[in-house]
Every structure is written in structure tokens, then in C-alpha cells.
């Protein structure tokens, strides 16, 4: 009986997500029929796309026992510098370019965390605070528009089969990282990092150089969801994806990767990412103000993690009565 | 008086003596240090109206960093503050030009310690890790915010209302009076309270107090009604210099003042720090920003030296810490490190 709860528990855990996000899309198809519409679920899983990329690269930073908050600065700084290289250099140098920002500013994270010894939270705080006034420096504040170059278009409007090219960047990437988690050694040595630290380093392995590594993939993935996020909107500035950080983390924690680190869910962060994008879209549907998204994206984090924290307080009741 | 509790044996005593004299008055003497250099340097920077725009300016990340440090004191933080803030500064000014001063203090206060009650219960009674908990709030309590106000400022002009935030008293700005009389008292109950002494115990070694008879759980909780009360009293401060506030007051508060309380060496592992680090370090920041102001530095440029700021500062520890491992490992060859 308790063997059956607790498979029905361990199933429960591997799938809610899927679960509630079949749920509201089927509430929110019979609640406006324009939902099912071939245009809007595009729409939806264009959005879903963006903010998963960066969620991805979250996920292993969670995954590894740290956060990275300087994700949203990078987005930023990477979509300036691809706009830049644009008209000079093509759309496939300039996208390397943007990539490479955020591959060199996670490298410095990433070096400041290990070399230094600082705290990942504060460090890439900081970070976060000096990428945002270069930024704003090299804008000079301004925006920067981009057109009559319809190459770097298809990174928010190109289709692939009729699936939107977001949308393959990110099951993409979700397979590489996938496959790195769980093929490779940096892969199993991120999540032997993220269970237990001390443990990885007296076990051999590079903890600094891991954490290095991890901090270059989320650099590398920030910069990809401010690319497409700035080719959907044709715009770059200094004031795009301000907050994203906390959207990703967000996203990461309602797929189901735990913050103790040492796990990582990354189709869990594929869901999160989706979940929060049709909650968003059936607002827009069914009229309700923009102002009630940011209350839902909360609620949402406060209610996946309470029924967490609930079954986690009763498997330990369960333990103890068992002990 | 080492009010830390040590982490035993790691370090020799001399440099340990070191390292916790630079955690405890390191960042003051930063401070004189570079109030110095910029009264030397900086043209119209030592003048009576100018270091009173610092320290004013200085106050109102500064009150909210005082909870914020009791917060990191405990091993924990909260990351809704700045959302907290807009709320309780939006309440007081609309309940001020209703019924007057009075009553916007204490909607001010009321709103901050409610949102404190919650994300309390949230961390301590749901068991939500406090970054989450509080990240969710941060969501909720903006939300919240642009539904109630449908997105429009308030503003409320009464004499005594603007006074708190712009008046002056035997020469000092009378917000930074508070965040002095703020310090004090957060100083006080870390120091002279049972409250204080738990916050210290929980935050070192949460696991060994529980063992030991603290109520950890609800010591927790009301950590987050204290950081409520101090960000209540912030958001006043902000509303009164303003005369205003609106839904989105101070974006990216909250980072600001957990770097304030960092950066003023209370340790985000808990367990170590004090409201004297956090003082400085709050009118550093402000000072930094006069002082690119003063000499016409871009703007933008302001955000690049504060965090740079931090990264030196914080690093600074690491680096020493190295440079120790380095010269133990060539003196003794085995020793295990990076």
C-alpha cells in the first residue's frame, strides 16, 4: 500500500508538470476556441522558446549548486553586439559574435566564482550590474533598430517544417544538454558538483573547472534567448530582458529541478518554460489585464513549491515512523 | 568580543585576527579613506549641502539593508523588498491624502509587516526555501501593485509628510537620522536580545540550535516581519523625498540592498555580521554615485563602478585566502586545496 503510494508519488513528481500543462490546455481550448488556432499555439510556443533557452542554461547552474543572475545583462549585451556585427560582418558572424559575449561574460563569472572565491550569487550580481552599465554605455542609452536585414529574422520567424525555428533551437539545445548530463563525464560531474561539493573535489574532480564550464553554457544560452527575443521585437537596448533572471529561475523551479542542486530536469524546464507562456496567452485570450501576469507567474512558483515542500514533509514523516 | 562564532581551527590566529578585523571595519575605513580622496579630488564634493545629499541619498537603501542584515545574519534573505517597497510606499501616500500623516505611517508599516507575515509563513510554516518564497512574492506583492493601482502614481504633498524625506535637523537630513536610529536599534536587538542571539545561532548552525532549544521555524518567521517593518519604513522615507510613489518604484531594490549588506561584510553564509559594515557600505554606494555625478561621468557608468565595487570587495577575501593556502602549502607541501 505505501509501495504504491509512493510510485504513484514518484510518477506524480516525474510528470505533474506535463500534467497541468495538458490540463490548462485543454481548460483554455474550450474556454476560447482562438487558442487551438495553428497562429496563436505558435505564438505560444515562440515565447515558450525564449525564455526555456535561458531556463536551460539555468538548469544546470541550479543543477551544480548555484544561480546565475546576471543571465538577463548578458541577454542584453549579446543582442547589442550581434546588432552591431550585423550590417559589418553577416547575420551567421554576427549571431557568433552575440553567442561568444555571453560565452566570454560566463567565463568571467565563472572565473570570479572559482578563482576568486566569491559567492555565485553576489558574483554574478555584480556581473550583472557592470554588464548592464556597458551596456548602456556602448548604446549610449539608446535602442538600436535593425532593418532591411531579414537574415537575422529567422531567428524569431523562421519555420522549419512549419515548427517556428525558437522552438528548434530549443528542444535542440535541450538535446545537447541532455545528452551531456547524461553521456558525459562533465555531464555527471556537474550534477556530482551540485549533490556535493567537497565530496566531487576530494573524488578528483575539477570542481573549478566544471563550474567554469557550467557558467560558459548559461552565458552562451542567456545570449541566445536575447538574440531571438531581439529579432522577434527587431530592437536591442540596454532595456530588454531586464528581469529574466528570475523569470529563468522561476521557469527552472517549476519543472521540477530541485534548488538543493545535484539534479536537473531539463524536459521539467521545457514544461515550466510552456506552462508559464499558455498561462500567459489565455490571459491575453480571455481579455484579462497584462497587469494580472506577473501575479500568476508568482503565484504559480508559490503553489508548485508549497506542494513540494508538503510531500517532502510528509515522506520525512513517513521515514521517521518508519525508523 | 568576537560576536562571530568561529569556524574552529581553520586559519592561524594571526591571520584570522586579520581577516575579522577587515570583515568587521574593513568597508568603514574604505569609507574615510575615499570620503577623503574625494574631498581632496573632487571639486564642490566637501560641501555642507553635498555630503548631506549623500548621506540622504544614502538612507533609503540603507534602512531597508538594516532587516536585510538581520535577514543574511539568520542564513537567510528576502528578495521581495523592492516590490515591497512600491506597495508600502504607494499605500502610504494614498492613505496620507486621505487621512493624513499619521495614518500613511502606519499604512506605510502595516503594509510592510503584512507582506513580512507572509513570506514568514511561507518559508517557515509551507517549508518554500526563502529564495523562492520570496521570489514568488516579489511577483505577487508587483502584481498586486499594478492590479490595485491600475498602473497610475499617487502623490501626496502635506508639509510633514515631505519633511521626513527632504527636511533637515541640526544639519543632518532627516532621513539619514532614521537610518541611524534604525541601525541602532537593529544593532541593539542583534546584540542585547534573545531574538538577536537566535538570529546569530540559527544562522551559524541551524541543525545545532534547533538541537540546542531554539525555535528556529519561528525565529525564521519573524526574521522576514522584522525585514517587513524596515522596509516599510524605507518606503515611507522614498515616498516622502518623492512626494510621490507608483507601481515599479526602484527597480532592482532588493539586489541593491543585499549588496549593501555584503558588501558590508555580513557574511551571506549567516551566522557573522553587524549593522556598522552595512552603514558604511550604504553610504558608500551612495558616495560612488555623487562623486560620478560630481565629475560629470556618464550616467551609465555609475551601474559598471557600483558593480565592480563589489566584485573587488568581495574578492578581496578569496584572494587572501589563496595567497595563505599558497605559502602553507610551500611551507608544510601537504596540505589539501584547490
Redesign the interface.
Known sequence: MAGARETAGRLWRSYSVAVVVLALGIILSLLTPSFLMAGNLMNVLTNAAVIAIVGLGMTLAIASGNFDLSVGATAAFSACIAFTLVPVAGVPVAIIGGLITGAIIGLINGLIITQLRVNAFIATLGVQSVVRGLTLVYTNGRDMYLQGYPGYKVLSGGHILGIPMPVILALGLAAILGLMLNQTRFGRHILAVGSNTKTARLSGVAVDRVLIGVFAIVGVSAAMSGQIYSAQVVTASARIAVGLELSAIAVVVVGGTPLSGGRASLIGTLLGALLIAMINNGLNLLNVPVLYQQITIGLLLLITLAIGAERKHQALGRERRAA | MTTATDTAGQRRPRTRDWALMWEKYGISAVLVVSWILAALLVPNFATLANLQNVLRTASFVGVAAVGMTIAIISGTFD?SVGSTLALAAIAAVWTGSQFGVIASILAGLIVGVAVGIINGL?VAK????A???T??????????T??VT??NPFAYNAPSFIWMGNGDLLGLPVPFIIFLICALVGEGVLRRTVFGRQVFAIGSNAAAAKIAGVPVQRMTGLVFVVVGIFTGIAAILVAARLYSARPGLE?GFE?RV??AV?LGGTR??GGRGGMLGTVAAAILFATLGNVLNLLHA?A?????????V??VA??I???R??VEERMSRQMHEVKEG?
Open positions: 528578495l511561507l509551507v517549508r518554500i526555501p529564495f523562492i518564497a521570489l514568488g512574492m516579489m511577483f505577487v506583492v508587483s502584481g498586486f499594478l492590479i491600475g498602473g527597480p539586489l543585499i549588496a555584503v551571506l553564509q556618464d551609465f557608468w555609475q551601474k559598471v563602478v557600483e558593480g565592480l563589489l566584485l568581495l574578492s577575501e578569496g584572494i585566502q589563496r584547490g
